[in-house]
C-alpha cells in the first residue's frame, strides 16, 4: 500500500517522533511511506528526507490546508492517509470525501485537547468540538495513544468511545551492549564530570510540562552532589535559568537543548523524571524504561499510570505536588528497581506491536477477507 502521513511539519515533538517509527516499521514490511506536511520545516525534516518522500502543502494558514490536501489526494491517490493532532484530524477526512478520491483516513490523537485548549476560550472550543465531531464521524478509524485520550475526545467530539482504538505510542529498542557503550561514553561528557545521582528529564520547555515543580523538588534534595539535566529547548528556558539560580542549584543544573537522539543521556541517568500536569501519552517514560533507567512521573492525564500500571514499574505522585515529587525522587535514587525488569515492560510498546494495529485499520477489505 502506499501510506500517506499527514503532520503540521517535522519538529522534534513526540507526535512526529512516533510517526517516523512509524514509517519505518510500515516500509520494513513493504510499504511506501510519504510525508505530507504543512510547511517543511522543522528539526527532524532532515532525517526524513533521508529515507522517505516528502510533499509541501505550503499551507501556513490551516484554513488553506483543506484545498491543498484535496489537490494532493487527487493527484497522488494514497491507498491510506494517517492525519494526527487537531485540527488536521478534523480537515483530513472531509478533505478526503470532497476528493472523490477513495482511500482509508485514520485520525489520531495524542493529547487530552480538553487540557490543551482549556483557556483558548468558549468560541474556540466550540470550534473544536464542532470540528472534530464531524471529522472522527467522516474517518474511517480513529485512534487515541492512551485510554485517558481516547474518552477525551470522546466527550469533546460528543463520539461514542466505543469508536474510538487505543494504540499506544511507540518506542524503538535501543542499541545492543556494544553500541551501547559508545552512546554512554557520549552521554558522559555532557554530565560535566563526575556527579553523585544524575536525575534526567526529556522534552520541549512549555507550561504543559511544569519543569518548575521538578526543579524545586529537586533544590530539597539531600544530594547535595546529584545533577539534573535538561534534554530539550523551549520559550520557557530563561525562567528555568533564572529559578535554578534562585533556588540555589543553578551549577548542578545542565541545559543541553534540544537532542536528536537522546539515547546517551537515558543509558547514562540514575533516575528519569516527568512532572508534566498532563500528557497524551509520555513516550520519554517508554524510553527511559528501555534503558532500564528508574522513572518517577505525576499520575497527570493522561498515559503515565498507563505505563507504569498504576505504579508497577515507577513511583506516580500527584500532579502539582512538590513534596511528593521530592519524597519519591529521594526512595527511587535510594532503592532503584531492576533495570530489566524496567526493559521487559518497555518491551510492550514495540513498533513491531504498534504498526501492526495500525495496518489491521487501513488494510483492504478483500485482503481481509481471504
Same mark, same amino acid.
Request: hydrophobic share 45%; net charge neutral; proline share 6%.
Given at each position: 500500500?502506499?501510506?500517506?502521513?499527514?503532520?503540521?511539519?517535522?519538529?522534534?515533538?513526540?507526535?512526529?517522533?512516533?510517526?517516523?517509527?512509524?514509517?519505518?516499521?510500515?516500509?520494513?514490511?513493504?510499504?511506501?511511506?510519504?510525508?505530507?506536511?504543512?510547511?517543511?520545516?522543522?528539526?527532524?525534516?532532515?532525517?526524513?528526507?533521508?529515507?522517505?518522500?516528502?510533499?509541501?502543502?505550503?499551507?501556513?494558514?490551516?484554513?488553506?490546508?483543506? !484545498?491543498?490536501?484535496?489537490?494532493?489526494?487527487?493527484?497522488?491517490?494514497?491507498?491510506?492517509?494517517?492525519?494526527?493532532?487537531?485540527?488536521?484530524?478534523?480537515?483530513?477526512?472531509?478533505?478526503?470525501?470532497?476528493?472523490?478520491?477513495?482511500?482509508? $483516513?485514520?485520525? &489520531?490523537?495524542?493529547?487530552?485537547?480538553?487540557?490543551?485548549?482549556?483557556?483558548?476560550?468558549?468560541?474556540?472550543?466550540?470550534?473544536?468540538?464542532?470540528?472534530?465531531?464531524?471529522?472522527?464521524?467522516?474517518?474511517?478509524?480513529?485512534?487515541?495513544? &492512551?485510554?485517558?485520550?481516547?474518552?477525551?475526545?470522546?466527550?469533546?467530539?460528543?463520539?461514542?468511545?466505543?469508536?474510538?482504538?487505543?494504540?499506544?505510542?511507540?518506542?524503538? *529498542?535501543?542499541?545492543?551492549?556494544?553500541?551501547?557503550?559508545?552512546?554512554?561514553?557520549?552521554?558522559?561528557?555532557?554530565? &560535566?564530570? !563526575?556527579?553523585?545521582?544524575?536525575?534526567?528529564?526529556?522534552?520541549?520547555?512549555?507550561?504543559?510540562?511544569?519543569?518548575?515543580?521538578?526543579?524545586?523538588?529537586?533544590?530539597? @534534595?539531600?544530594?547535595?552532589?546529584?545533577?539534573?539535566?535538561?534534554?530539550?529547548?523551549?520559550?520557557?528556558?530563561?525562567?528555568?535559568?533564572?529559578?535554578?539560580?534562585?533556588?540555589?542549584?543553578?551549577?548542578?543544573?545542565?541545559?543541553?537543548?534540544?537532542?536528536?537522539?537522546?539515547?546517551?543521556?537515558?543509558?547514562?541517568?540514575?533516575?528519569?523524571?516527568?512532572?508534566?500536569?498532563?500528557?497524551?501519552?509520555?513516550?520519554?517514560?517508554?524510553?527511559?524504561?528501555?534503558?532500564?533507567? *528508574?522513572? $518517577?512521573? %505525576?499520575?497527570?492525564?493522561?498515559?503515565?499510570?498507563?505505563?507504569?500500571?498504576?505504579?508497577?514499574?515507577?513511583? @506516580? $505522585? *500527584?500532579?502539582?505536588?512538590?513534596?511528593? @515529587?521530592?519524597?519519591?525522587?529521594? %526512595?527511587?535514587?535510594?532503592?532503584?528497581?531492576? *533495570?530489566?525488569?524496567?526493559?521487559?515492560?518497555?518491551?510492550?510498546?514495540?513498533?513491531?506491536?504498534?504498526?501492526?494495529?495500525?495496518?489491521?485499520?487501513?488494510?483492504?477489505?478483500?485482503? @481481509?477477507?481471504?
Amino acid at each position: 500500500m502506499k501510506i500517506s502521513i499527514l503532520l503540521p511539519d517535522l519538529r522534534g515533538g513526540g507526535v512526529e517522533r512516533v510517526r517516523i517509527i512509524l514509517a519505518h516499521e510500515f516500509a520494513r514490511v513493504g510499504h511506501d511511506v510519504e510525508f505530507v506536511i504543512k510547511q517543511a520545516r522543522g528539526e527532524l525534516l532532515e532525517e526524513v528526507q533521508k529515507n522517505f518522500a516528502i510533499v509541501e502543502l505550503a499551507t501556513p494558514r490551516v484554513r488553506n490546508v483543506m !484545498p491543498a490536501l484535496i489537490r494532493y489526494l487527487r493527484q497522488s491517490r494514497p491507498d491510506a492517509l494517517l492525519a494526527a493532532m487537531w485540527p488536521l484530524t478534523a480537515i483530513a477526512p472531509l478533505a478526503q470525501r470532497l476528493s472523490g478520491h477513495r482511500c482509508k $483516513v485514520v485520525v &489520531s490523537e495524542h493529547n487530552t485537547l480538553s487540557q490543551q485548549y482549556c483557556g483558548w476560550g468558549k468560541f474556540h472550543r466550540a470550534t473544536l468540538c464542532g470540528s472534530a465531531g464531524v471529522g472522527y464521524r467522516l474517518a474511517h478509524a480513529r485512534v487515541a495513544v &492512551s485510554d485517558g485520550v481516547a474518552w477525551d475526545i470522546a466527550s469533546l467530539s460528543r463520539v461514542s468511545r466505543s469508536a474510538f482504538t487505543v494504540i499506544h505510542n511507540p518506542v524503538r *529498542p535501543f542499541a545492543g551492549a556494544g553500541a551501547g557503550a559508545v552512546d554512554r561514553a557520549r552521554g558522559d561528557e555532557f554530565w &560535566s564530570g !563526575p556527579c553523585g545521582a544524575r536525575i534526567l528529564t526529556v522534552g520541549s520547555m512549555k507550561p504543559q510540562k511544569n519543569h518548575p515543580l521538578l526543579l524545586r523538588a529537586f533544590a530539597r @534534595l539531600s544530594r547535595t552532589d546529584a545533577r539534573l539535566m535538561f534534554v530539550g529547548d523551549g520559550a520557557g528556558r530563561n525562567t528555568l535559568e533564572v529559578l535554578a539560580k534562585e533556588l540555589g542549584v543553578a551549577e548542578r543544573v545542565i541545559f543541553v537543548g534540544f537532542q536528536r537522539d537522546p539515547v546517551q543521556f537515558y543509558q547514562t541517568a540514575d533516575l528519569f523524571v516527568l512532572s508534566s500536569d498532563y500528557e497524551g501519552f509520555g513516550n520519554v517514560l517508554v524510553e527511559a524504561l528501555a534503558s532500564g533507567t *528508574p522513572v $518517577v512521573s %505525576t499520575d497527570c492525564p493522561s498515559g503515565p499510570s498507563e505505563i507504569l500500571e498504576g505504579g508497577r514499574f515507577g513511583r @506516580l $505522585v *500527584p500532579v502539582g505536588d512538590e513534596a511528593a @515529587l521530592f519524597r519519591a525522587m529521594q %526512595t527511587e535514587l535510594n532503592t532503584p528497581p531492576d *533495570p530489566d525488569y524496567l526493559r521487559a515492560r518497555a518491551a510492550d510498546f514495540s513498533p513491531v506491536i504498534a504498526a501492526q494495529k495500525y495496518l489491521d485499520l487501513i488494510e483492504p477489505e478483500d485482503k @481481509l477477507n481471504d
